[in-house]
């Protein structure tokens, strides 16, 4: 496994990569790798000749009060569980080469980026969409894959890469969860032991809201008021939002008829903590 | 040559290309070509296999004010000139596969956007940068050909470029003129005999400044003080803006010690001109 840290580097390996006729996967990520990342990264291994993993936490999708400095880094582990679960390249730059001095372009998805996480994360997935741009042009991949736990994200890259006609196919995969149904994440090595505990409740939240859609139940309002107070039995959890959507456009339904998005973001804590998932009445 | 509407075809054309190892050089217009676009297409032609033109009014670059629905279009005549002198393929999608209902995304630069006629056309070079980046990825070329009469645009096309890390060579080449000096444009056309006149000013102007800055001139202020006397004398003419700039940042030079580039739009009659040189003193 190759450790490259220059985008003029991993530019052209790809290059030559595809000159050879080698198919490329990419899995973008933060690092702070769990079985998430795995899977994702596995997938990319059966279906692509070389696959690229980039670990960068990207400073301009976090906030000024937000946990960039003390997001979870550590190579050496993340390294390790690379290679062995099939990555061939893992791309590292910095951030001072992803954004000089001077820097100035960004990719905006509208709409899209406004609801949600994007309410109470300004600039979030501007942020997101940018550097997902910047890493496609150095990569230059057959398939990227993303994990539906970030279903907003998801949602997103998939559009701006078809409006953008970007030629790379972009794959979903499902979410990793815990025994306990916790959606795996890298912020959740922040929860102390109660919180941890604590946490379970945000996919029981969502394992609720999907009985009550599948015992007929269609009234968005009523489904959500249910979910908050299952969540509000927590002594550490504080809802930021619980919202029912199309999962196209990502805007609220009222009545359920279709297939919805039941996504929420929970403080557990000090730790913001989101999920979501596709329910079919 | 061939005539190519579809973004797929275009995408799929430029691949195999690429895959036999041929170079791919693109102009990107608007169509009404003259004699500046032909100085593009030349050089592509010289220096790659393949040249592809587009040929794309682009809408979103347009104000709701302005000329994109009186913009010169006919390409029968611009297909003549492409294949005379080198084109092997125009691209001519339509607006309607370019920016489909539900169209989201978009690419800025920020600041170099915003001064000299991004000030007079907010969004305009957003509309350009999300224009170009579409293309680019649609056609994925070795070497762009941009024109120097546009500065502003090729700075931001420049700067874009180099931020996303688009793996694609920016060449900006010299305006071509009239015998009068006015800058070729395909909005000349629009100009009536007297307002063809009066227009020659416009590049008078910019000699002016030249001479003058070459004649130890530093004093930006008084250097365009001058211009202006020079072009109100024109009837038909009205001064939008005159700028003395950094030609990398764009920002405004009050003292003149190195290389700057000297920008301005004037109304002739209801026809909005633009030029600029690049002087060093």
Redesign the interface.
Known sequence: MKIIRS?KEM?SFS?KAHVKGKTVGFVPTMGALHEGHVSLIRQAAAENDIVVVSIFVNPIQFGPNEDYKRYPRNLRLDAQLCEKVGTDVIFCPNAQQMYPA???????????SDCLCGKFRPGHFKGV??AV??LF??I?PDIAYFGQKDAQQASIIK??TE?????IKIKVMPTVREKDGLAMSSRNAYLNKEERQDAAVVYQALILAKNLIKQGGVDSSGIIRKMRQLINRKKSARIQYISIVDPK?LKPIDKIRGKVLIALSVWIGKTRLIDNIVVKP
Chains 1, 2 share one sequence.
């Open positions: 985008t530019n290059r001077n820097y100035k372009t960004y990719v905006n998805v509208s709409d899209l969409a940018t741009t910047k042009n150095i230059s559009k701006m409006d953008l006609n970007i030629p456009d």
